[in-house]
């Protein structure tokens, strides 16, 4: 298989009546529902049985200009009050920035109910319109109980905490 060249095929789509904007800025995501197209339905099947899955999906509205960009700082901290330049410039695969050379999501969100083919999941932080690649159902083995991070993502989260405290905020 050359590798050089791979094609995905969506299998559904975003639907929030949530704005951009107010996704951007949501703290824990918003309620959306992920449409399955009717030729993947079956691969549904026990999915309800799941309080969450993992999403992955293409980020549409990323522009060519910014699947350039290999280094980022955490700007998504900016709204809680953190100024940018206090953010030390990271590489691109050390952060969920959208910009990057494939724009794939990963997406954990709890999983409200199933309807048929529909799914309504809470904590989404994907635009309207974005195709949905894959679901997985996520489950305990997938945790990981005490991951190592770096120095300044360890005081970005105390100086998180100090002022909003325990938030999901990355």
Same mark, same amino acid.
């Given at each position: 298989?050359?590798s050089?060249? $791979?094609?995905l095929?969506?299998?559904g *789509?975003?639907h #929030?009546?949530?704005?951009?904007?107010?996704?951007?800025?949501?703290?824990?995501?918003?309620?959306?529902?992920?449409?399955?197209?009717?030729e @993947?339905?079956?691969?549904?099947?026990? $999915?309800?049985?799941?309080?969450? *899955?993992?999403?992955?999906?293409?980020?549409?509205?990323?522009?060519?200009e910014?699947?350039?960009? %290999?280094?980022?700082?955490h700007?998504?901290?900016?709204?809680?009050g $953190?100024? *940018?330049?206090?953010?030390?410039?990271?590489?691109?695969?050390?952060?969920?920035?959208?910009?990057?050379?494939?724009?794939?999501?990963?997406?954990?969100?709890?999983?409200?109910?199933?309807n048929?083919?529909?799914?309504?999941?809470?904590? %989404? +932080? %994907?635009?309207?319109?974005?195709p949905? %690649?894959?679901?997985?159902?996520? #489950?305990? +083995?997938?945790? $990981?109980?005490?991951?190592?991070?770096?120095?300044? @993502?360890?005081?970005?989260?105390?100086?998180?905490?100090?002022?909003?405290?325990?938030?999901?905020w990355?």
């Amino acid at each position: 298989m050359d590798s050089s060249f $791979i094609t995905l095929k969506p299998i559904g *789509i975003v639907h #929030t009546s949530a704005s951009i904007e107010e996704i951007k800025n949501s703290y824990d995501g918003v309620e959306g529902i992920i449409e399955i197209f009717p030729e @993947y339905e079956q691969g549904l099947y026990g $999915i309800e049985e799941f309080s969450h *899955i993992i999403i992955v999906a293409y980020l549409h509205k990323v522009t060519d200009e910014q699947r350039k960009v %290999l280094k980022v700082r955490h700007r998504r901290l900016a709204r809680f009050g $953190i100024r *940018i330049d206090d953010l030390p410039e990271v590489g691109v695969f050390c952060t969920d920035s959208p910009h990057r050379p494939n724009p794939i999501a990963l997406s954990i969100v709890e999983l409200l109910e199933r309807n048929g083919r529909f799914l309504k999941v809470k904590g %989404l +932080d %994907l635009f309207d319109g974005t195709p949905v %690649l894959d679901i997985k159902a996520y #489950t305990p +083995d997938r945790c $990981i109980s005490e991951p190592r991070t770096p120095w300044w @993502y360890k005081e970005l989260e105390k100086r998180v905490a100090e002022k909003f405290g325990n938030v999901k905020w990355v």
